[in-house]
């Protein structure tokens, strides 16, 4: 009985389980385009997911004032364990001169996935359900130095909302150092002031090691990132992940030029087990909490109609429907002034009629009273 009845071997169940099934992980994108959401996605799990974009196309599609979502899938595998990986990006969003309600395809987007779950867990057969749940949202902020956004504010109150939000200064290398700490400085006084919900690592408290980790997570937040797939040579002779300059070699991977390695180890390395579980237990239930508490058992969600991407047809169809009535308003009023106009003719032809059948009606008494007075005095 040394060795106990194996209640410790569970652990080591639950990893041969998991090494057999593997994960599916789900990361979305947003952000201005420029920004380099491509790049640091295929920086982050060194290899190309997202092609490289066109972007004399995105300069060429300013007028159509639309959020995309795109989804890209990979299989990836490190050491006999294998994750199903899903991107989802969001060309489009910030890129118009009215960004107006761009961010409700992406919630929406959201929401979705959220409602398609349990949708599929209210079915009799669960064996094989799509789930598109977002696990982690990366919202890239432009590296201008001075403050967020109002466009920012905005979205980044409603994506905190409905997943786990990371935010992340886009190409740190073309700030200073003193530049980038003001810059962070200020970023986290707004998220503060406005009360939006970023994801925060949990700090275990029996483990001071991991503990301190997720405290050092949590104060550099948000990330700033250097992306790059090329290889450079710095000038001791390393051959490195980075962006070659005048001045120098800015490095992905040296934790003294961004923050990529905590990035990755937030996103993959350590907490991407805690990202899934927030999103099960956190966004989704709240989710499906309000949805339970307005919606019975089985009833469709009340879809809205105002989605930003049908609004100009919408705005047009309605132009067309209102041109459309007051041309038939005019038809009707030009076809009521001819019936009045019509009426009254009548109604004189009608009181003509009636005057000449008085007139006639007062002879044929005249004509009665004198043939009377005639007869009398004939018989005499």
Known sequence: MSDGIGIANLPNQRHKITSQRGAHFTIMVVG??????????????????CAPRNYRQRFAKQMDKTTEIEILKADLEERGFNIKLTVVDTPGFGDYVNNKDS???????????????????????????????IHACLYFIKPSGSTLKPLDVEIMKKLGTRVNLVPVIAKADTMTPEDLINFKTIIREVITAQGIKIYTP????????????????????PFSIIGSTQDVTTPDGRVVKGREYLWGVAEVENEDHCDFKKLRSLLIRSYMLDLITSTEETHYESYRLAQMETRKF???????????????????????????????????????????????????????????????????????????????????
């Open 32 to 49: 201005e385009s420029g920004l380099g959401k491509t790049t640091l996605i295929n920086t982050l799990f060194a290899t190309e997911i």
């Open 202 to 221: 949990p700090v275990d408290v029996e483990d001071e090691t991991v503990a301190e980790h997720a405290r050092a997570m949590q104060a550099v937040m």
């Open 103 to 133: 961010w409700t395809p992406i919630i929406d987007f959201i929401d979705d996935q959220h409602e398609s779950y349990m949708r599929q867990e209210q079915q009799p057969h669960r064996q094989e359900k799509q789930d598109l749940r």
């Open 298 to 380: 089985g009833e469709p969600k009340v879809r809205k109609l105002d989605n930003p991407k049908y609004r100009e047809e919408e705005e047009l169809l309605r132009k067309r429907f209102t041109e459309q009535v007051k041309l038939e308003e005019s038809r009707f009023r030009q076809w009521e002034q001819h019936l009045i106009a019509e009426r009254d003719r009548l109604n004189k032809d009608l009181e003509h009629a009636h005057t000449a059948i008085k007139a006639l009606e007062a002879e044929l008494d005249q004509a009665a009273a004198y043939h009377r007075q005639g007869g009398t005095v004939g018989r005499r």
